[in-house]
């Protein structure tokens, strides 16, 4: 009987050609509506408002083809800088105040404290809260309780409120944008806190390294990646403050507190549909930057 040898030569053995997988039809079911709504409530009314940038529209009626004559006039416009200034200003500070209180609080609800559950749960409560009702909330207090409270103290500062005040303010609205925005933050440090193996801090435990050394050399570098991811989401989120501000100022006194999101609103009921369109345009431009850097800071990062 003959017997056949395989020779192995090294060589590698060719693969079968894979056979195409067979795409399901309820995944059409599902994506297809899904596309459909998501390009007619996002994708279109985006191109449309990025086309009317270039028109001299007011919302309706005639219009036509003027260039870059709204973005030349944008660029050079007191009050769309302003807004500018006073928004990257408001979320610079707010999301530094944030993260600050944020991390300290979950250092302390993760730690050996009773009720820890209790109060987790305490502290995302204004998470869940309309950012419009808690500002009607604070603008009474800081329009009738604070200064009550503080002309029966002698405090002249707080004896007038600080809502009334040009240069005071942008502080209450820093105030209240950070409590409601610190529960979110809350959470993802938390996650990050409970992430970090117990070992090691028994390790350091055995090595005499004390709390702050701990903090400093252990806790810190090993949620750096929530830090990045908590600083860059909440940076942009505060990009777009909106209704917090209108709900305590309107953008006032004056137009000292007023965002990029409210000159856009405020443009669009007024007769400036075009111009701010140019504005909206400008502003979507430097969101997709900073959502460019995002990525690339936190690209190979395994932070969840």
């Known amino acids: ?6 020779i192995n030569t090294g060589a590698p053995v060719p693969r079968p050609p894979r056979s195409r997988r067979r795409v399901e039809g309820v ?18 009314p985006a191109i449309i408002g990025i086309v009317s ?5 007011i919302g309706f009626g005639d219009w036509k083809f003027i260039g870059f004559t709204n973005y030349v006039a944008a660029f050079g416009d007191p009050a769309i800088l302003q807004s500018y200034l006073f928004t990257f200003g ?19 609800l993760t730690g050996k404290i009773r009720l820890k559950t209790t109060l987790r749960t305490v502290f995302v409560v204004p998470m869940v809260i309309s950012g419009i009702i808690i ?27 600080l809502l009334a005040s040009p240069d005071l303010a942008w502080i209450a609205i820093v105030i209240v944008t950070a409590w409601q925005a610190i529960p ?11 992430a970090i193996p117990t070992e090691v801090y028994e390790a350091a435990d055995l090595d005499g390294a004390g709390r702050w050394q701990q903090l400093r ?88």
């Open 53 to 57: 940038s270039f028109t001299n529209s």
């Open 135 to 161: 500002a009607f909330v604070f603008n009474f207090l800081f329009s009738n309780a604070l200064p009550a409270l503080g002309s029966a103290l002698g405090i002249d500062v707080l004896s007038t409120s």
């Open 27 to 44: 995944y059409y079911l599902f994506l297809v509506p899904t596309l459909v709504l998501f390009s007619l409530a996002i994708t279109l």
């Open 184 to 194: 979110g933050t809350l959470l993802i440090y938390i996650a990050g806190l409970l």
């Open 217 to 304: 050399r252990i806790t810190l570098p090993l949620v750096a990646g929530y830090v990045v991811i908590n600083v860059i989401l909440g940076f942009k989120n505060f990009l777009n403050a909106y209704d917090i501000i209108f709900g305590l100022t309107g953008g006032g006194p004056g137009t000292s507190t007023r965002s990029i999101a409210m000159t856009i609103v405020t443009g669009f009921t007024g007769g400036d549909y075009a111009y701010q369109m140019a504005n909206a345009t400008i502003f979507f431009v430097i969101v997709i930057l900073i959502s460019l850097i995002q990525l690339r800071i936190t690209r190979g990062r395994n932070t969840f």
């Open 90 to 108: 408001f979320a610079l500070v707010t999301v530094i105040l944030v993260n600050a209180l944020a991390f300290l609080l979950a250092v302390g």
């Open 1 to 6: 009987m003959a017997t056949t040898t395989l």
